[in-house]
């Protein structure tokens, strides 16, 4: 597609429930990151996939988060048992991912998926 | 450990004005530095960015001002117009290559007519 297409925009649940945010990446590119923002924070980085590497997890805050990333394209966030404390927006980006020697690595977002637990 | 910081929350500009938002980093192995605007219920969309070997870089309205030795980057809007008004989010990245964003906690930035 055009952008970075996310789902679902909106998401309420209670807690210890499990949810799942999906994320499909600017087609060809071959980086795709997650990212959440907790109310009046920064983006705080979560996990990130390049290619067939495997992915760098070192941003999720516990082990209750995972993320899948199927055939280098469609990745899915999964939070399980949540809590109140994983209520955020949470932002997937993608980029081309080669970098460049003349060029920054520029992330493109997707709108987010607000994640309210009750 | 906050590698990058913007220490200001929130700014208050007059229309036509000039906007200065500042950053300050720890990591002096960053390479880039990019600058994002956010819209309430909007992804953030990249402004501008800048190399760590220049300490200069133009774009319209837009200039991002580079400091190494100081490890401070500023965003300069002149003139400021209402569709300004965001959070904008300094960000910087390693080593040339596929590499995560630092991002600052953001800047909300308010343009007042």
């Known amino acids: 597609g055009a952008g970075v297409s996310q789902s679902p925009s909106n998401k309420v649940t209670e807690k210890g429930k499990d949810v799942e945010l999906r994320c499909d990446p600017i087609?060809?590119?071959?980086?795709l990151y997650w990212y959440r923002q907790s109310l009046g924070q920064g983006l705080e980085f979560l996990i990130y996939f390049q290619g067939n590497s495997a992915p760098d997890k070192s941003g999720l805050p516990s082990d209750r988060f995972s993320a899948e990333r199927t055939g280098g394209s469609v990745s899915t966030l999964t939070i399980q048992r949540t809590q109140q404390e994983d209520s955020a927006v949470y932002l997937c980006a993608s980029s081309l991912g080669e970098g460049t020697l003349s060029g920054a690595n520029v992330l493109t977002f997707g709108a987010g998926s607000r994640l309210t637990v009750l | 450990d906050q590698q990058v910081k913007q220490n200001s929350p929130s700014l208050s500009v007059q229309e036509g004005r000039i906007s200065i938002l500042n950053c300050d980093y720890t990591?002096?192995?960053?390479?880039?530095f990019l600058w994002y605007k956010k819209y309430p219920a909007e992804g953030p969309t990249f402004l501008i960015s800048i190399s760590s070997i220049k300490d200069k870089n133009e774009d319209g309205r837009f200039t991002v001002f580079l400091n190494k030795s100081a490890k401070h980057l500023s965003l300069h809007i002149v003139p400021s117009q209402p569709g300004d008004s965001a959070v904008y989010f300094c960000?910087?990245?390693?080593?040339?290559?596929?590499?995560?964003?630092?991002f600052g906690q953001g800047t909300r930035l308010t343009i007042n007519p």
């Open positions: 960000a910087a990245s390693g080593i040339q290559g596929a590499q995560k964003l630092v």
């Open positions: 990591n002096s192995m960053f390479d880039y």
């Open positions: 087609s060809g590119h071959t980086a």
